[in-house]
C-alpha cells in the first residue's frame, strides 16, 4: 500500500499548486457566483430560484407556497449551498425597495427599508411575478440550452430566454475575486425605447441612445444629481460615479418657521442608520445649520428636518447635509457582466442593448425551428390519417386480422414509421373525428403558418419586425403607462455650489478678543469698553484687544511676514487665560505677533519691514487656509515685519526712528500678493517706526499734549517715495508714533 501511494506522488512546486488551485476558485466564483449574465441578467442562484418556482407551477395565476418549500427544492436540486443566502437571494427578489420590478410575489413579511429582516421562510409564502414568467417564456420551446445539475439527475437552463430585459431594469451587484459589479436599476420603458431604436439603426451612437435612457431608476426613488455629460461618459466607459440625493419638500410653518420634509432617499440607504448617523452628528455638533430630526414615516418615507434658524435658507440646509451625511450618496456603476461565451468584461449600455437583442434573436430563431418540427411532425400525422380515412375499411381490416399490421400498412399505403404507429395508436372513439374537410383545413393551415416560418427564419428583417413586436408588448405591460412602470427617480442637472454664509454656520455674537505679551489669546462675550479687571498669568501682560463677532474671522500677522487665520468661533471664551495661541496656527517660536485684525473682504493692507520695505497686498490674499500660515512679505536677512495697516485715505505719512517724516501718494505703492516690496522711507542708521494713512483735504492729525492736533500744510514733507524726509511737525510725539502720545 505504502509502494502505491509513493508511486501517486507527484512533486510540484508550492507557488503553482496554488496558483491552479486559487484560479480554479476565483472562476468559479466569477462565472457560477458574483457576476450576473448579459443576456437575462441573472446569476446561477436567482436563476435557478426561479426555475425551480416554475417547475412547482407557481405562477400569477395559482396560489402561494411556503419559501421553505421552495428553498429545499432549490438546495436540493440544483444550488447545493446553504438555505439562508438561498433564502435570502429569494427575499430580495421580492422587496420592492431593493428591486425595481420584483420577480417574487411575496405574502408575508419581507423586511423593510429600515434594514428588518425578513420573517423565517417557515412563515413566509411565495409566487412568482409576471416580470419572472416574461422572463422564463420560451422554456418549452428549445428557446435555450439546458445543463445537467450538479448531481445529474436533473436538467436545468444555462440562461433564460429573458423576453424582459431585466438586467438593465433590474440592476445586479456582486463581488468576485479581482472585480466587481454594480449595475443601476433602470426604467424599462426607456429601455424598450432604446432598444426599438438600436434594432431599427444598429449605427446609433451612445449619446443618441441617452436621449431615450434618462439615466438608472431606482426603486426608492430619488434625485439623481449628475450632468448629461457625465452620465453620457460613464455609460460610454462602462464605469463612473453619479450622485443620488434624497427628494425633499419644504413645509411652512406659522411666524415664518419651516421644516423640512424628506420623502424620498438614496437607493440602498436603510432608513434607521440615516437617521441615527444624523442624530449623532447633531449630538456632536457637526451639523450646526441643523436643530433636529424626526422620523415619522409609516408606509411611505416621512423624514422631518427642522432648521436652527429660520434666516437659513432651505437650500443651504439641504446643500449642508447633502455634504455631511447619506441623504446624498455617490452610486458607483460598473458594468461588469458575463457575456454570451462567459467571459467577464465591462460593457458599454450599447454593447449590453447589443447582447439582449443577439440573444433574442437567436430565442426566435430556435423558438420558430422547435415549432417548425412540430408542425413537420404533425403535418406528416395529417397525410397519414388521410390516408387512413380514405381506407378506413381496409385500415381496420388489417388491425383485425394481421399479426404485424404495422408492417402492412407501412408496406400497402407507402406509410412512414411515425404515420403508421399513429394510426395504430388511435383509439376507436377517434375515427369519427376523422373527416377528410377537417384533416385538409388543419393541413393547409400549418402549411401556412410553416412558410411564414421559414421566411422568418430565413428573413433578418422580418426577425427585426418580429422583435420589435415583442419588445412593445413588453413595454405595454411594464412601461411607463402602468403603475409599475412609471419612472421613480427624477433626473436633474448637476448640483449648483451653494455657497454656506458663516453667519449660517454659526450664532452670529459679539466678542472682544484678547492677546497678550506671551502669546494667550481668549474671546470674552460682548464688546468690553474698560479691560481694567482683565487677569495674566504672572509676568505677562496685554499686547492686544480687538472688538469683532464669533462669525469673523481674525487676521494675525507676524515679525516673519506670515499672515494666520482664526474664526471668531474658535477662539477659547471665558475669562481666564485663555489658551497658547500656537495651540490653533503654527507660530514658530522666535516670531512674534505685530498686529491683530478683524478680516474684510475687498480691502488693500499695507505691509511693511523695520528697514522701510513694503508693499499694498489684498485682503483675500492673504487668508491662510492651513495651521502653518502663509507667507506674504518676504525678509532680507535680520529684518523683520514690524507692521501691517489698512490702506484707506489717498496719501500715506512715513516715519523713521531717526524722527525724519515723508509724505507721498498711496497711489506710488505697488499692490503685490507676495514680495520683499519697494522701498517706503530710505535710512541710513535707523528702522521705519509708523505710517499713517490719511487725506491731504483733512489734514494729518497726531497726538499732542493732552489732546490731538491737525497739521494741514503739508506742503514741507510732501515728497517722493524713497526719500529720506524732514523732521515732523512742531509737538509730534517722541515715541515717532502716529497714534501715540
Known amino acids: 500500500m505504502t509502494e502505491n501511494i509513493t508511486e501517486n506522488i507527484r512533486e510540484t512546486k508550492l507557488a503553482d499548486a496554488l496558483s491552479e488551485r486559487y484560479l480554479a476558485y476565483a472562476m468559479s466564483t466569477i462565472v457560477s457566483r458574483s457576476l450576473p449574465d448579459v443576456r437575462d441578467g441573472l446569476k446561477p442562484v436567482h436563476r435557478r430560484l426561479l426555475f425551480a418556482m416554475r417547475q412547482l407551477k407557481l405562477d400569477p395565476a395559482s396560489g402561494f407556497k411556503k419559501f421553505a418549500r421552495v428553498v429545499g427544492d432549490v438546495i436540493g436540486k440544483y444550488h447545493p449551498h446553504g438555505d439562508s443566502s438561498v433564502y435570502e437571494a429569494m427575499v430580495r427578489l421580492a422587496q420592492d425597495f431593493a428591486v425595481r420590478y420584483p420577480l417574487v410575489d411575496g405574502q408575508g413579511n419581507f423586511g423593510n427599508i429600515d434594514g428588518d429582516k425578513a420573517a423565517a421562510m417557515r412563515y413566509t409564502e411565495a409566487r412568482l411575478t409576471d416580470v419572472a414568467i416574461a422572463l422564463m417564456d420560451g422554456l418549452d420551446d428549445d428557446a435555450v440550452d439546458f445543463d445537467k445539475t450538479y448531481d445529474g439527475e436533473e436538467d436545468e437552463p444555462v440562461v433564460m430566454p429573458a423576453a424582459f430585459p431585466n438586467l438593465l431594469a433590474n440592476g445586479s451587484s456582486g463581488i468576485a475575486v479581482g472585480m466587481a459589479t454594480n449595475i443601476p436599476p433602470h426604467n424599462v420603458g426607456e429601455v424598450c425605447d432604446a432598444l426599438l431604436c438600436l434594432l431599427k439603426k444598429p449605427e446609433t451612437t451612445i449619446p443618441e441612445l441617452m436621449n431615450f435612457i434618462q439615466g438608472p431608476d431606482f426603486p426608492t426613488g430619488g434625485v439623481l444629481s449628475e450632468s448629461r455629460e457625465s452620465i453620457i461618459k460613464t455609460y460610454t466607459t462602462g464605469r463612473g460615479a453619479m450622485k443620488v ?201 400549418l402549411a401556412i403558418e410553416k412558410a411564414e416560418l421559414e421566411l422568418l427564419v430565413n428573413d433578418t428583417d422580418l426577425r427585426k419586425k418580429k422583435l420589435a413586436e415583442e419588445i412593445k408588448s413588453i413595454q405595454k405591460s411594464f412601461g411607463q403607462k402602468t403603475e409599475l412602470g412609471k419612472r421613480r427617480t427624477i433626473v436633474a442637472d448637476a448640483p449648483q455650489e451653494v455657497e454656506i454664509a458663516i453667519e449660517a454656520m454659526i450664532e452670529k455674537e459679539p466678542i472682544t478678543v484678547v492677546l497678550s505679551k506671551k502669546g494667550w489669546i481668549r474671546s470674552i462675550k460682548g464688546h468690553l469698553d474698560s479691560l481694567d479687571d482683565l487677569k495674566f498669568k504672572e509676568g505677562d501682560a496685554l499686547k492686544a484687544t480687538l472688538k469683532t463677532y464669533t462669525t469673523d474671522y481674525i487676521l494675525l500677522f507676524t515679525t516673519n511676514g506670515r499672515f494666520y487665520t482664526i474664526l471668531g468661533n474658535n477662539i477659547a471664551g471665558g475669562r481666564g487665560f485663555g489658551e497658547p495661541l500656537r495651540l490653533s496656527v503654527d507660530v514658530s517660536e522666535d516670531a512674534d505677533i505685530v498686529t491683530m485684525l478683524t478680516y474684510q473682504p475687498d480691502i488693500q493692507l499695507l505691509v511693511a519691514s523695520q528697514n522701510g520695505k513694503g508693499f499694498l497686498v489684498k485682503s483675500n490674499d492673504v487668508i491662510a487656509q492651513t495651521r502653518a500660515g502663509k507667507i506674504i512679505l518676504n525678509l532680507a536677512d535680520g529684518d523683520k515685519a514690524v507692521l501691517c495697516k489698512v490702506a484707506s485715505a489717498s496719501h500715506i505719512a512715513v516715519i523713521g526712528t531717526n524722527r525724519k517724516m515723508i509724505v507721498f501718494k498711496t497711489e506710488e505703492i505697488p499692490p503685490m500678493t507676495r514680495g520683499s516690496g519697494v522701498i517706503l522711507q530710505r535710512y541710513q542708521e535707523a528702522k521705519l517706526s509708523d505710517v499713517k494713512f490719511f487725506n491731504i483735504e483733512d489734514g494729518l492729525s497726531f497726538p499732542s499734549g493732552n489732546g490731538m492736533r491737525v497739521e494741514r500744510n503739508i506742503s514741507l514733507w510732501l515728497a517722493r517715495r524713497a526719500t529720506v524726509g524732514k523732521i515732523p511737525p512742531v509737538g509730534f510725539p517722541r515715541s515717532n508714533k502716529f497714534g501715540d502720545k
Open 245 to 445: 440625493r434624497a427628494k425633499w419638500e419644504k413645509e411652512d410653518l406659522t411666524h415664518g418657521q419651516y421644516q423640512i420634509i424628506v420623502t424620498e432617499i438614496p437607493y440602498g440607504v436603510q432608513k434607521s442608520d440615516l437617521v441615527m448617523k444624523i442624530a449623532k452628528l447633531l449630538a456632536e455638533k457637526k451639523l450646526p445649520l441643523l436643530a433636529d430630526i424626526r422620523d415619522e414615516s409609516s408606509d411611505v418615507v416621512r423624514l422631518v428636518l427642522e432648521p436652527k434658524s429660520r434666516t437659513v435658507s432651505a437650500e443651504q440646509l439641504m446643500e449642508h447635509l447633502f455634504k455631511n451625511t447619506d441623504l446624498q450618496i455617490n452610486f458607483n456603476l460598473n458594468m461588469n457582466v458575463l457575456d454570451a461565451d462567459h467571459t467577464p468584461r465591462v460593457m458599454s449600455i450599447k454593447e449590453v442593448l447589443s447582447a439582449f437583442l443577439k440573444h433574442r434573436d437567436i430565442v426566435l430563431v430556435r423558438r420558430s425551428q422547435f415549432r417548425l418540427n412540430k408542425i413537420a411532425h404533425r403535418m406528416e400525422l395529417l397525410q397519414g390519417f388521410l390516408i387512413a380515412y380514405l381506407n378506413l375499411d381496409r385500415v381496420i381490416e388489417i388491425i383485425r386480422n394481421e399479426d404485424e399490421p404495422k408492417t402492412v400498412l407501412m408496406a400497402e399505403f407507402s406509410l412512414t414509421d411515425v404515420q403508421a404507429e399513429a394510426i395504430l395508436n388511435m383509439r376507436l372513439r377517434s375515427l369519427r373525428k376523422l373527416e377528410e374537410a377537417q384533416i385538409q383545413k388543419e393541413y393547409e393551415a
